[in-house]
């Protein structure tokens, strides 16, 4: 059981370039989210699905994109990317009974 | 909208004092209160957690109280040691809509 996977765990981006931040649970978890983590503000929740086919804006979602095609993938896309967006992200997911949060290692996120 | 105040957001300690922690919600809906432990570079890891129908929980060192009216929630870890010293952060949740809302983060330097 791995858990929670996120791929890159290191990444550069020059400004205008797109990517995608992968991120795969194993756990059968209905539930999968991305947050954003800054210095000083805690963990921000950018985008999250409830589910296959279905996906939901949070706090800060301007600039990303979500799909969840499949219940153990949901990645994150950035289609253009800018300075602000760099910081780290993690994935993470639950269950059913909806606790607690699984979090992913995370992904450090470098847009020059 | 919603948000969860945190404080302090720095705490020195010295090795075998008592720590405490305070979150605010505001959101009433709120019924699943958890608290991660963040160390440096790694990935936020569930300590400890509380639903709304309970005052108040315990694990060995650490404990959660809640005060429903006061929408206040606090985290105290007793007989602290040098490896207690870390990020934690407390979230606030409605489990109906899967959301979770955290606080900005309270670093805890243990000082030996």
């Known amino acids: 059981n791995a858990g929670v996977t996120q791929t890159p765990k290191f990444q550069v981006l020059k400004t205008g370039q797109s990517m995608t931040l992968q991120c795969a649970q194993d756990?059968?978890?209905?539930?999968m989210s991305w947050y954003r983590q800054d210095p000083g503000m805690g963990l921000r929740l950018i985008h999250y699905?409830?589910?296959?086919?279905?996906?939901d804006q949070g706090e800060v979602p301007n600039g990303y994109n979500v799909s969840r095609s499949t219940t153990e993938d949901f990645p994150l896309r950035l289609l253009s990317a800018a300075p602000s967006q760099t910081s780290v992200y993690f994935c993470?997911?639950?269950?059913?009974?909806?606790?607690?949060?699984?979090f992913g290692n995370g992904t450090r996120l470098t847009v020059t | 909208g919603e948000n969860v105040e945190q404080h302090p957001s720095t705490l020195s300690v010295q090795e075998g004092d008592s720590a405490v922690i305070k979150c605010t919600y505001s959101?009433?809906?709120?019924?699943?209160f958890p608290w991660y432990k963040q160390e440096l570079g790694k990935r936020p890891q569930l300590i400890i957690d509380?639903?709304?129908?309970?005052g108040e929980k315990k694990d060995q060192r650490i404990a959660v109280t809640l005060n429903k009216t006061a929408k206040h929630f606090s985290l105290h870890i007793t007989e602290t040691q040098p490896e207690d010293s870390a990020v934690y952060f407390c979230?606030?949740?409605?489990?109906?809509?899967?959301?979770?809302?955290f606080g900005t983060g309270t670093r805890l330097k243990v000082l030996a």
């Open positions: 993470a997911s639950s269950s059913a009974n909806r606790s607690p949060l699984h």
């Open positions: 756990m059968n978890h209905e539930y």
């Open positions: 699905s409830v589910g296959a086919g279905i996906t």
């Open positions: 959101d009433s809906a709120s019924n699943y």
């Open positions: 509380i639903r709304s129908n309970v």
């Open positions: 979230a606030a949740s409605n489990l109906g809509t899967y959301k979770y809302i």
